[in-house]
């Protein structure tokens, strides 16, 4: 029972900021607040839906077309499935093709959906998820495949499917924005060594991070840089911040895990 509470206790007193958008932080503020650390939420990024979503709704309607439905976050599932009951449509309309998932978590939000992924593949990361997609269909020549995504989403996704002969169709149906607020306080906190650790769950985050705390403040070394994957930890180094961890898995559970190891 002592080593139970002790284990839970990994990250007792420690202030670890949490940037992702404040909708979608829930998760992670609790998984942190039961190791015992101390959640600071700052979202530095929101997400917009996209207003003309006339391409998704033609394709949501004609989805016997397409071999895969690949969805590479949770907030395309969010936002599809909410235009879905929008315009009188209910999940069986995915019922003709396969659906693929990026992550547990995206996995998990489509399934709470009544869509069970046929696919996740072992790696989070969308180079991992196109391999499994070529190694599970034997040819992709000639397969349409339908990609929901963000506007400013990576294309190597995209890319690597079209190099094996699939037909990519990649319709942006929201836009990850930066958040106007004042994260002058935080600076200074960093700056004072009162922040133990931020988290990073997107490129975006570490890019608006360093644009609302400035670089001085994010790249002073001060605190632990928490990554959910590798193309964030990669943004976060090239952006200059210090010590950087990353995720194993890439997930929620897998970022606070990361950090009780570096703290415990």
């Known amino acids: 029972m002592r080593l139970q509470r002790r284990m839970a206790a990994t990250l007792q007193g420690r202030r670890i900021v949490v940037t992702r958008a404040r909708e979608q932080a829930g998760d992670l503020v609790r998984a942190l607040e039961n190791r015992g650390a101390v959640a600071v939420l700052a979202p530095v990024i929101r997400i917009q839906p996209l207003e003309n979503l006339g391409a998704l709704r033609a394709a949501l309607t004609g989805l016997s077309a397409y071999r895969w439905v690949v969805f590479t976050s949770q907030n395309a ?60 269909s034997g040819t992709l020549t000639g397969a349409r495949v339908l990609i929901p995504t963000a506007e400013d989403a990576r294309d190597v996704l995209a890319a690597s499917l079209t190099a094996h002969g699939a037909t990519v169709e990649s319709i942006a149906v929201y836009r990850t924005l930066p958040v106007q607020d004042d994260l002058s306080g935080l600076a200074n906190d960093i700056s004072r060594g009162r922040i133990d650790a931020v988290t990073f769950t997107s490129s975006s985050t570490v890019r608006n991070f360093v644009d609302l705390v400035g670089r001085p403040a994010a790249t002073s070394g001060r605190f632990v840089a928490a990554t959910i994957g590798p193309i964030t930890a990669d943004t976060a180094r090239e952006l200059g911040l210090r010590e950087i961890i990353e995720a194993e898995p890439h997930t929620v559970p897998g970022l606070v895990e990361s950090l009780a190891r570096r703290f415990g």
């Open 77 to 136: 599932v969010q936002i599809v499935f909410d235009r879905l009951i929008a315009w009188g449509l209910t999940p069986r309309v995915f019922a003709p093709t396969s659906v693929a998932a990026i992550g547990t978590a995206t996995a998990d939000a489509l399934t709470l959906r009544g869509v069970v992924p046929a696919l996740v593949p072992s790696e989070f990361v969308a180079e991992a998820l196109a391999e499994a997609l070529i190694q599970r």
